[in-house]
């Protein structure tokens, strides 16, 4: 069974461009979640989808970063326009289903530089 | 406001010795507590994971010891091998009826077991 993946692996760009990470689930799995990790700090979450709706988004920094689910496979994180801050390692992770304690299976991340 | 507090940043412990990681947290409507371990260029992945309603869990070398009452638990890897020198993430989960089922993490402990 594939695990999730991420694309891409690394992308620098420069303040005031926009980037777009995507992520691919492991297949059926209806959750799907995003978090970040700035440099030495904790793995932060950002939002979570179920099939392609959005479940919660509370940790959506701000209006720049919007997130989509299409028909409830891939789901991509756009940044739009990058700010230094924005500067660390987006995780993707997917689940079966909602509820009970079913393990968040993680991608092996997007390390974006904003210069 | 961290919610999930870990300790300490970084370990170094001889081979054979016993790792200790510690977090605590104070939101009691968590319950769910799981360790990630992760290894240079990969995601983080499952390595063992709690319930409060039990005080130690116990899988080969890894071991949490959870303390309800102090809100504390813990990570003991015994025997520590240098195939275990990895970055370690304390996590806790709210009740899944309550504001979905993020993750949230504590700042990571970068063990380096010695040879």
């Known amino acids: 069974e594939a695990g999730v993946t991420q694309f891409p692996s690394h992308s620098v760009i420069e303040k005031g461009q926009t980037v777009t990470l995507r992520c691919d689930p492991i297949s059926g799995h209806d959750n799907l979640y995003w978090y970040r990790r700035v440099m030495g700090k904790e793995i932060k979450f950002l939002l979570h989808?179920?099939?392609?709706?959005?479940?919660?988004e509370s940790g959506m920094p701000n209006n720049r970063f919007l997130a989509e689910r299409t028909g409830g496979t891939y789901s991509t994180l756009k940044v739009q326009p990058a700010e230094l801050e924005d500067s660390g390692v987006y995780f993707c992770a997917s689940s079966h289903r909602q509820g009970g304690y079913n393990e968040q299976f993680f991608g092996p991340g997007t390390r974006l530089t904003v210069l | 406001q961290q919610q999930v507090k870990q300790s300490p940043q970084s370990l170094i412990v001889q081979k054979g010795g016993i790792s200790i990681i510690n977090c605590a947290y104070e939101n009691t409507a968590f319950d769910y507590f799981p360790w990630y371990q992760q290894f240079p260029g990969k995601g983080p992945a499952l390595l063992i994971a709690i319930r409060p309603d039990v005080s130690e869990k116990k899988e080969g070398r890894f071991t949490i010891s959870f303390n309800k009452s102090a809100k504390q638990f813990s990570l003991h890897i015994m025997d520590s091998q240098p195939g275990d020198s990895a970055t370690y993430f304390c996590a806790a989960r709210l009740r899944a009826n309550q504001a979905g089922t993020a993750l949230i993490f504590g700042k990571g402990t970068t063990l380096s077991v010695s040879s």
């Open positions: 989808f179920v099939k392609e709706s959005k479940q919660d």
